[in-house]
Nanobody, 128 residues
Framework: QLQLVESGGGNVQPGGSLRLSCATS????????IGWFRQAPGKEREAVSC????????DYADSVKGRFTISIDNLKNTVYLQIDSLKPEDTAVYYC?????????????????????WGQGTQVTVSS
């Protein structure tokens, strides 16, 4: 019920696309906001996108707006992060996490402490 499992990472060339998946449970999607984060070597983990329970609200970090799209497939109990126009600076381990305390219709990028359960991550490497 609590599990979050990321997949979909890989090695891609600049300008390419990837779709990351965060598989979880229906209970988690009904009760939690889901965030996507990334951590590059030597850098702090940063939030890139989030989606509210039910998917009515999304938010994106300025650095990824226009290139990243977060969505929910409730039939598959999966949250996706579509990444287009990949850049070398997108290279990182990408994690999904859940915010159990989120109110309906809300999600936050600004307080990682609210995200109390994390997946194991999936590596994205962008290079030519």
């Amino acid at each position: 019920q609590l599990q979050l499992v990321e997949s979909g990472g890989g090695n891609v060339q600049p300008g390419g696309s990837l779709r990351l998946s965060c598989a979880t449970s229906a209970l988690t999607l009904r009760s939690s906001a889901i965030g996507w984060f990334r951590q590059a070597p030597g850098k702090e983990r940063e939030a890139v996108s989030c989606i509210s329970r039910g998917g009515s609200t999304t938010d994106y970090a300025d650095s990824v707006k226009g290139r990243f799209t977060i969505s929910i497939d409730n039939l598959k109990n999966t949250v996706y992060l579509q990444i287009d126009s990949l850049k070398p600076e997108d290279t990182a381990v990408y994690y999904c996490a859940r915010d159990w305390s989120s109110l309906p219709g809300t999600c936050t990028l600004y307080d990682k402490r609210r995200y109390t359960y994390w997946g194991q991550g999936t590596q994205v490497t962008v290079s030519s």
